[in-house]
Structures are given as structure tokens and as C-alpha cells.
């Protein structure tokens, strides 16, 4: 089995949305899939609720600071002029507000 850690932390503590604060995948789970599994239902949830999320990439564990900024823009992050990535909500029904 395979474990991962994901830490959200709520809009306004950090930024003025949900904030990815921690993606971590133990050493023998890396280049299996998990955190990208992990990192797509946290986006499903996001779409789901119509909640934006953001995040500092901060590499660690010899992982690349650009194979990690890749793997966020193919999930749809961009830079924001904050520093941060960021992600809006695709495909929710739900009206902001």
C-alpha cells in the first residue's frame, strides 16, 4: 500500500483561498502515482464545491523545483504576481458567493 499526505488550509489564513500547504508522498510510494492521485481528487473536490486553491511550490526530498511547477500547470495552476500558483474552479455548477 501506498500513503501520501495532503494539508489544506482554509481561505484567509494564508491566501484568499484554500491553500495546498503539503503534498508528500514517502520515499518508497514516489513515482508510483500517488500524489497525482492524490492532487486530482483534491482538484475534483475543489470543481465539485466551485472553490479556487492555491500554493507556494516548495520542493522537497531532491524533488525538481521545474518538474514540480510542470506538474501543477498540467493540472491547470498558473503563477500568480503573489508568487503563489493558483487553479479555479472548473466545471461547478455552483454560483460563487
Known amino acids: 500500500e501506498h500513503n501520501a499526505i495532503a494539508d489544506l488550509v482554509r481561505p484567509g489564513e494564508l491566501t484568499p483561498c484554500w491553500t495546498i500547504t503539503r503534498i508528500n508522498v514517502p520515499g518508497l510510494s514516489r513515482g ?6 492524490m492532487l486530482d481528487r483534491i482538484l475534483a473536490d475543489a470543481d465539485a ?9 516548495a520542493p ?17 495552476f498558473k503563477f500568480t504576481a503573489s508568487g503563489y500558483m493558483k487553479r479555479e474552479a472548473r466545471g461547478s455548477s455552483k454560483v460563487p458567493g
Open 32 to 37: 508510483k502515482g500517488v500524489g497525482s492521485k
Open 49 to 57: 464545491e466551485g472553490l479556487t486553491l492555491q500554493l507556494e511550490v
Open 60 to 76: 522537497s526530498g531532491g524533488l525538481d523545483y521545474d518538474a514540480l511547477v510542470a506538474w501543477y500547470r498540467r493540472r491547470g
